[in-house]
């Protein structure tokens, strides 16, 4: 079975009381449906079982709680952003995080935080702010084979613009150097026999 998906981890920066600053990132992936509306009933499906409006069956209730574990009970919230409802479903276990699901055309998206799905929507709705449109993106990729298996990329200048490398214990050595790349990009294909790798940096 042929499936297209992708994974987006999301840095982001939490300022601390002592000015310093604390980086974590959010978990996003994007699933491109075949059927969007069988995948949309079970979605719903395991959405009224969790919050118990659905009857869990006996042969079935192992393997949810197995899944599911204390989420049945649990509500879930809906939140309307660039057009589109989105469903977050609180993790108390997990201070910070949530568990969002959207569908946006012909995709399905989960992210572990409400902030992560709403700027990949806004991309996905704004063609302009894509990677298609990213010259970086395209740099990187440019001596890439055109059929792969899976691809990695790191825009690791909008990363430092992010954060303050002053605030981790780097050694100034290598400072320079990972100030000096752009961007890393890695993919890979295979064969029956063997699977070749290719990488590149985008040094500025």
């Known amino acids: 079975m042929d499936l297209n998906c992708a994974l987006i981890i999301t840095p982001h920066i939490k300022k601390e009381k002592t000015n310093s600053s604390q980086l974590s990132f959010d978990l996003s992936v994007i699933f491109d449906l075949k059927d969007k509306n069988k995948v949309s009933e079970k979605m719903e499906k395991i959405k009224n079982i969790i919050q118990e409006k659905e009857n869990i069956l006996p042969k079935d209730i192992q393997a949810t709680e197995y899944i599911l574990g204390n989420k049945i009970g649990m509500q879930f919230e809906e939140t309307e952003r660039e057009g589109e409802k989105i469903y977050s479903l609180p993790l108390p276990e997990y201070p910070g995080f949530t568990f969002n699901y959207v569908f946006v055309e012909d995709k399905l998206i989960f992210s572990s935080s409400l902030e992560a799905i709403s700027s990949i929507l806004q991309v996905i709705k704004n063609s302009d702010k894509n990677l298609a ?70 040094i500025k």
Not at 150 to 173: A, C, P, R, S
Request: glycine share 4%; charged share 15%; proline share 3%.
């Open 133 to 202: 449109s990213d010259s970086t993106f395209s740099q990187t990729i440019s001596e890439f084979p055109q059929e792969s298996s899976g691809l990695f990329y790191l825009n690791v200048q909008n990363l430092i613009d992010i954060i303050n490398l002053d605030d981790y214990q780097i050694n100034n050595i290598y400072l320079p150097y990972i100030k000096s790349i752009k961007s890393v990009g890695l993919t890979f294909e295979s064969s029956e026999n063997e699977i070749t790798t290719y990488g590149f940096l985008l």
